[in-house]
């Protein structure tokens, strides 16, 4: 039907792809050493038109100024600008990501520590991070974890291989050996993509498009 047959005062027809909106990520940063994961993923989202909202614990921020040239903030401040990022202060329980009512395309968790690790898999929600995780869970949405320690107790494998049997996807910050990468950017780079991928959001493929 074209605009004329329509009748005065429908709205147009828009033949494009914008009109496909696509429902946020919500990525929740805690206080394991790895930064670097979730700036990447964060950016890596964002560049591909993925909608991005974060929520960052006081460990989670300590460790991002302790090992990134800036604060977390500041970063935010700065990507928020390029992207769409929203960010949510960790204390804010009652922020739209601690409901099921507010659609997400999912949860990472990147890096993540193995005290937030514990309370997923023990079902606490005493922080918007560990809440919007739970609630990830019982909406049966996917959740992919990058937990970073070492060695590992059998408590964290325990809690690891629990959050497994229930879907959780567990996606290490390990280097692919056999690819030979030239530097940590490429690592890092790499596991933020293997993530986003668990997620079930295959960048590269989407580029092709
Ligand atoms: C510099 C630094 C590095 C840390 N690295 C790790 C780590 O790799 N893995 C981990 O589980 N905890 C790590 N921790 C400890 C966590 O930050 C701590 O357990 C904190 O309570 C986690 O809180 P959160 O899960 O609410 O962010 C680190 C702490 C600091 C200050």
Not at 33 to 47: D, P, T, V
Not at 82 to 93: A, K, R, Y
Request: some cysteine; aromatic content about 2%; proline content about 6%.
């Amino acid at each position: 039907m074209s605009e004329r047959d329509r009748g005065p005062g429908a709205p147009p027809i828009t033949h494009h792809s914008s009109l496909i909106t696509r429902l946020p990520v919500v990525v929740g940063i805690s206080g394991a050493s790895g930064a670097a994961l979730a700036r990447a993923a964060i950016l890596a989202l964002g560049r591909a038109g993925h909608p991005v909202v974060a929520t960052c614990s006081p460990a989670g921020a300590r460790v991002w100024r302790e090992e990134m040239d800036e604060g977390f903030e500041r970063f935010a401040e700065g990507a928020g600008k390029q992207l769409s990022l929203e960010v949510i202060d960790i204390g804010d329980i009652g922020a739209s990501i601690a409901s099921g009512r507010r659609r997400t395309a999912g949860m990472l968790v990147a890096p993540c520590s193995m005290d937030t690790l514990s309370a997923i898999a023990h079902g606490r929600s005493t922080n918007l991070l560990e809440r919007a995780a739970d609630v990830t869970l019982k909406e049966g949405r996917r959740l992919v974890l990058i937990p970073r320690e070492s060695p590992l107790s059998p408590i964290h494998l325990e809690n690891m291989l629990k959050l497994s049997q229930i879907g959780v996807r567990i996606v290490l910050p390990v280097p692919a050996f056999y690819r030979k990468p030239a530097s940590l950017d490429e690592v890092i780079e790499d596991v933020a993509a293997r993530a986003i991928g668990a997620l079930g959001i295959h960048l590269e493929e989407e580029e092709e498009r």
